[in-house]
Antibody, heavy 118, light 110 residues
Framework: EVQLVESGGVVVQPGGSLRLSCAASGFTFDDYAMHWVRQAPGKGLEWVSLITWDGIRTYYADSVKGRFTISRDSRKNSLYLQLHSLRTEDTALYYC???????????WGKGTTVTVSS | QSALTQPASVSGSPGQSITISCSGSRSDVGTYDYVSWYQQHPGKAPKLIIYDVSNRPSGVSNRFSGSKSGNMASLTISGLQTEDEADYYCSSYTSSNTYVFGSGTKVTVL
């Protein structure tokens, strides 16, 4: 069974940092690009970041560019998102998402919650 | 990277058909056939229901169909059922090698 399990979500103060992790299983992790997508409480989906299958290219939404860093570790079948200079508007449920071969997002984790509050 | 524009809500009676629009630009929907649709029930993760404008993943009901014309994509749900009550989001690949989601549409089955 294809599975994505996120972890690392916590309550953090504005300006703080944290790292989210996503453990992947049930598919060949190295073959697929991966995304992070977030959803603020009661709001819609917001695409955050993408990393290519080989980890060479990364892309970010303007709202997080320069503050967030996506990475992956093929030895651990894991995806990461490093979050810096956090703002209250970064409060959201963060989903780890597998990219398909067809430029869409075909497998979603259950998400991990990040709350930025003083 | 403005969100694609969707109606906030659409409703219909069981058995009816409804259509949800998704308006983008030449930088996304208008140029790429990489439009996908996601269904999200309350408290659940989104689920892919349409990819590449009009293709259904295995296991998704054929009551869901997608199309595109110019900068506008659409999702049609035919034979509306109570379990179709959910939030629906479109998404597109963009010319910046990024992705953008729609603002989301709440579907209510009357």
């Amino acid at each position: 069974e294809v599975q994505l399990v996120e972890s690392g979500g916590v309550v953090v103060q504005p300006g703080g940092s944290l790292r989210l992790s996503c453990a992947a299983s049930g598919f060949t992790f190295d073959d697929y690009a991966m995304h992070w997508v977030r959803q603020a409480p009661g709001k819609g989906l917001e695409w955050v970041s993408l990393i290519t299958w080989d980890g060479i290219r990364t892309y970010y939404a303007d709202s997080v560019k320069g503050r967030f860093t996506i990475s992956r570790d093929s030895r651990k079948n894991s995806l990461y998102l490093q979050l810096h200079s956090l703002r209250t508007e970064d409060t959201a449920l963060y989903y780890c998402v597998k990219s398909s071969d067809n430029y869409c997002m075909d497998v979603w984790g259950k998400g991990t919650t990040v709350t930025v509050s003083s | 990277q403005s969100a694609l524009t969707q109606p906030a809500s659409v409703s219909g009676s069981p058995g009816q058909s409804i259509t949800i629009s998704c308006s983008g630009s030449r930088s996304d929907v208008g140029t790429y056939d990489y439009v996908s649709w996601y269904q999200q029930h309350p408290g659940k993760a989104p689920k892919l229901i349409i990819y590449d404008v009009s293709n259904r993943p295995s296991g998704v009901s054929n009551r869901f169909s997608g199309s595109k014309s110019g900068n506008m994509a659409s999702l049609t749900i035919s034979g509306l059922q109570t379990e179709d009550e959910a939030d629906y989001y479109c998404s597109s690949y963009t010319s910046s090698n990024t992705y953008v989601f729609g603002s989301g549409t709440k579907v209510t089955v009357l």
